[in-house]
Nanobody, 122 residues
C-alpha cells in the first residue's frame, strides 16, 4: 500500500509559479512511476506529467511542455511538479498517482492522492 498526500496548491496570478509536492508513504517509493494528473471543472481528468522511478525518463502533456517540470527525490519519498508561466486554463484539482509501470493511462495507476486545488484567475 502507498499513501500519497499532495500539497502546495493555491491561488496564483497568471504568469506566476507554484510547486506542488506529493509525499508518499512506504519503503518502495523508488519502484513506482509517479504521475501528476489534473481535473478542471466540468472536464475529465487528464495526465499532466509522469516520471520513472529513477527519474531519468519523463513525460509531459503538450499543454504544459516547457512550463512544467516533474522531478522526484527518492530519499524523501516525494515527487514535485514545478509549474511556471501559469495560465487560467491550468486551473484544476491536481492529483499525484503511483503506478508499477510507465504509463499515461489513469486506469493503470494504482494509488492516488486526495488532490490539491490550483487556481489561476483570468
Amino acid at each position: 500500500q502507498v499513501q500519497l498526500v499532495e500539497s502546495g496548491g493555491g491561488l496564483v496570478q497568471a504568469g506566476g509559479s507554484l510547486r506542488l509536492s506529493c509525499a508518499a508513504s512506504g519503503r518502495t517509493f523508488s519502484n513506482y512511476v509517479m504521475g501528476w494528473f489534473r481535473q478542471a471543472p466540468g472536464k475529465e481528468r487528464e495526465v499532466v506529467a509522469a516520471i520513472t522511478g529513477s527519474g531519468i525518463t519523463t513525460y509531459y502533456a503538450d499543454s504544459v511542455k516547457g512550463r512544467f517540470t516533474i522531478s522526484r527525490d527518492n530519499a524523501k519519498n516525494t515527487v514535485y511538479l514545478q509549474m511556471n508561466s501559469l495560465k487560467p486554463q491550468d486551473t484544476a484539482v491536481y492529483y499525484c498517482a503511483a503506478s508499477w509501470i510507465y504509463t499515461t493511462y489513469q486506469s493503470q495507476y494504482d494509488y492516488w492522492g486526495q488532490g490539491t486545488q490550483v487556481t489561476v484567475p483570468s
